[in-house]
């Protein structure tokens, strides 16, 4: 069973830095779409990054570019993502998500903010930001 536990969340002053972990345990076949998502009360959930199992792209939403860094390390099984000068509208419950691509099709739709199905989703962790 795979399960996805994320950590590293808390409040911090406008300008600073968090930086979030997501461990995954249990087995993905092939490949895996990973993502961090946030969802902030009375608003929809947003997708902010996503990386690949392999390669180097990453996809970032336009109100996270320059400031978020998406990065994974496959030996452990973990994603993480940097975030820095931070904003109060930043503030939200951050989740990690992860999609299953057994055949290796996905690639395009992860790091090109195209559908993804991401079935496994952890309990996420708060960011809140104050300024």
């Known amino acids: 069973q795979v399960q996805l536990v994320e950590s590293g969340g808390g409040s911090v002053q406008a300008g600073g830095s968090l930086s979030l972990s997501c461990a995954r345990s249990?087995?993905?076949?092939?490949?895996?779409?990973m993502a961090w998502f946030r969802q902030a009360p009375g608003k929809e959930r947003e997708e902010v990054a996503a990386?690949?199992?392999?390669?180097?792209?990453?996809y970032y939403a336009d109100s996270v570019k320059g400031r978020f860094t998406i990065s994974r390390d496959n030996a452990k099984n973990a994603v993480y993502l940097q975030m820095n000068s931070l904003k109060p509208e930043d503030t939200a419950m951050y989740y990690c998500?992860?999609?299953?691509?057994?055949?290796?099709?996905?690639?395009?739709?992860?790091?090109?903010?195209?559908?993804?199905?991401?079935?496994?989703w952890g309990q996420g962790t708060q960011v809140t930001v104050s300024s």
């Open positions: 998500a992860a999609a299953a691509d057994p055949y290796g099709t996905t690639y395009y739709g992860c790091v090109a903010h195209v559908k993804v199905d991401f079935s496994y």
């Open positions: 249990g087995y993905i076949r092939g490949f895996v779409c």
């Open positions: 990386i690949y199992s392999t390669g180097d792209s990453t």
